[in-house]
């Protein structure tokens, strides 16, 4: 019985700036981009760290802000974005986490203010806004509810003051106002309101 091998081409690569600063690093198989890439700032700190596998993403590819801050993690499969992904403003503080699905936004986002709080929460369908959605001010008062269907407002939506109260309540069909309108008069009861 004869065994064969086959020899893999293995070489690091680097890549400049024209000022002769480090680019980027990482290793290639046959030509062809695998395992860790390192990308640095033409300062020299690093702007992202990379996996691939065949040429494309493939695992967790990390992201800092030219402080050396990170900024994002995400996961790739075969180039394609997929799973948890999660966001961070320069601060540190967490901006937005979710699911990716085919590079598109699925399933349950957050999204928050760069002081912590809550933004907003809802889901996604295909990259576009498809269910229950929650919207908070600074305070995290809530201000806005509602659902989307592909994209657009439909069925109830409720819109709150500052303070918390009942503002105004209607309906959408598909992303257009329908229906009677509702507003909040002084006493908190609702009336008609001509939109």
Known sequence: MMLYSVAVAQERQVIHYEDGSIKAKGKLENGIKSGVWNYYYPSGILSSQENYRND????IA???DDH???IASEHWANGIQEDSSIYYYANGQLEKRGVFKNSLYEGKWFFY??????KRIGFYANGL???AWKFYNEQQILIQEGAFEYGLEHGE???YKKNGELEFVGNYHHGEKIGIWFRSNKKGKLKPFKY
């Open 56 to 59: 494309q993403l493939d695992g």
């Open 68 to 70: 050396g801050n990170l």
């Open 157 to 159: 939506w409720k819109y």
């Open 62 to 64: 990390k992201y800092f």
């Open 129 to 131: 806004p498809d269910g």
């Open 113 to 118: 203010f760069n002081n912590g709080n809550l």
